[in-house]
């Protein structure tokens, strides 16, 4: 380590020039921690340590990382000895004041690209933990070339960077900031979207505005902890209600002379909420970060700005914690892609090409692109997302460009190839292994188990550059792609419906096989499935799968709203083994209630004396409803129940048959 007064020194001329520093420590596990107990020791701060092992008085798990957001530290461990979460450092940078120094626990150098990071079981749908050679080559690769980032090896000496040359740092007084209050202080009631990069002071100006309104504020946000800020700037004139609390108030609960709600790290709330929440107050401001690891950064772009053309959006681009030409900022910046590509359109013909994992240390140009342009159009995209594309077993892509500028770009990954035993299982509802998303829900919902044990590739991402849209581009990369979807039964898509998407699904071939009850939490739209078979038994899934969507649909469509879709039913019989298949694995395993709703339907319309199903399927009753009029405890309760009731209609219809699904589904929990 360098003299003590060496870094003293170093550490106030970063404070001066309002610079944050990054240090990577590698070496053995307990090395590793000496040092940064070390640093720690020397240098007074706060000393945030995030890692599940914590090492100091105040300190973060990694599942806890976004109760950091909008809280502010001096001094923090990033500690990735075992795993590496790229989107909780990125929470955990933009905590960090001026004149803060970064720590990176990382595995010994040499042996770090062979670590089997602990982090890849999040988004690598792998039972153990995998090497990720290519996220750990580049960032070395970065590391190496940034002359402002500090490398302690062990066994290696220390050398403390060169510090940019730089004036004396003055913090924007909040000129821009107090540019924006003034608007918001003057303006007429509406919605206003405060949108901007980490440290820009998002939170102090929705604080300062409650503080200075005449009337007071209600703040919510996903959590209280992330809004300390706000209230601080605040100084008392607001108060703290929780997203769901304050939806579950009556007109007459409605705290008095409220003319603001500020909705403070938006983006990590789910849209419907949102949508409900906005209505609530004459005037709101949502803030939000326009990088995706506060959740869905983009998506609240995307989807929910696009859907409020009355909102007001604002933005703040100089950060106010550091100065705009941060060392720290600028190599996370570069790292995990968080800076959008300038797009242009060009003029060259459209070609193709198909990118592999090894592209990111070969020709890096290419996927980082394709990253970015995944990014600018798709709401979940975050740097999990970066780790997964560059490391997850599975992945293959396509790219259209003009030139070298990528215009179009698609992610497809391996699914299924599972055992039958398995498939079974899952079918039950008793087994959920990790991955093969369409797969595994086509077998657990659709009651197609054989869809888990064919070969299939699904499409998971797929984006075009806004300047080429509707020009076949989209279709085109589908098309490619199939030609090297070798030994594969079919290709598979699932996705937010909406009738656009459905759309152009539909005229890239594909079949709808599957429809969800249920919004999904971070778009409002319900989940839809196709496929496009590529075999026989490909072929021979989709008609069964779409003849059952078809036929069950009038029961779907009773718990859908604002859904503009409509399937043709031919009026096909019900096959009366299927029916029983079905019925049997919602009464003895644990098929969800949601995936058997058309069968349990039918039995209800068709049986007397199902007086539990038949208010619940035939009438609509709400399930809280349900559980006051049968007198049953919860959630919990009512599905148990709704299984008791279903066993003793099948029992009552053919005791033999009960008894050999009852057996059959026996020998499933016994495996």
Known sequence: MSDYAHLISHTEMLRQRGMRQLLIISGDFAWCLDQAIRW????????????????????????????????????????????????ALAILAGTLRAGSWLLILIPDWRQWPLHADADSLRWSETNTAIATPHFVSRWQQMINQDQYVALLRQHHPLHLPQLKSAQKWQPDT??????????????????????????????????SLAARWPRRSLITAPTRVSTNVLMKFAAGNAEFIAPDRLLALSPAQWPQNTDWLLIDEAAAIPTPLLHKLVVLAPRVLLTTTSQGYEGTGQGFLLKFCSSLPQATLLKLDSPLRWAADDPVEQFLNRALLFCEEERAQGTSEVRYCFPRQSDWINRPQLPEKMYQLLVSAHYRTSPLDLRRMMDAPGMHFCAALQGEHVQGAMWLVDEGGLERTLTEAIWAGLRRPAGNLVAQSLAAHGGFPEAAQMRSQRICRIAIAPLLRRRGIGREMVVQSLGRATERDFLSVSFGYTASLWQFWQACGFTLVRFGTRPEASSGCYTAMAIM???????????????????????????????????????QSVDENEEWRELAGFAWAQRPFEASIAALGRLASKQPDLPLLQAALLQGTPSAVLCQLFSLSGRKALLTALRKETQRALQAIDSGRSAHWQAFIGSLRSR
């Open 533 to 571: 078979p590529l075999t026989a038994q490909g072929h021979l899934l989709g008609r069964r799968a779409s003849q059952r969507l078809a036929r069950d649909w009038p029961w779907l469509q009773r718990y859908l709203s604002n859904v503009d879709l409509s399937l043709a039913n031919c009026a």
């Open 174 to 207: 909040f000129s821009q900031q107090q540019a924006l209050l003034e608007k918001l202080l003057s303006s007429p009631p509406g919605i206003f979207v405060l949108i901007a990069p980490r440290g820009r002071g998002k939170s102090a100006l929705a604080g």
């Open 40 to 87: 720690k020791t020397l240098l007074p701060g706060d000393w945030m340590w995030l890692g599940d092992t914590p090492q100091s008085p105040l300190h973060c798990s990694l599942k806890a990382v976004r109760t950091l957001l909008g809280q502010e530290f001096t001094h923090a461990v990033f500690d990735a000895r075992e795993g590496f979460n790229a989107d």
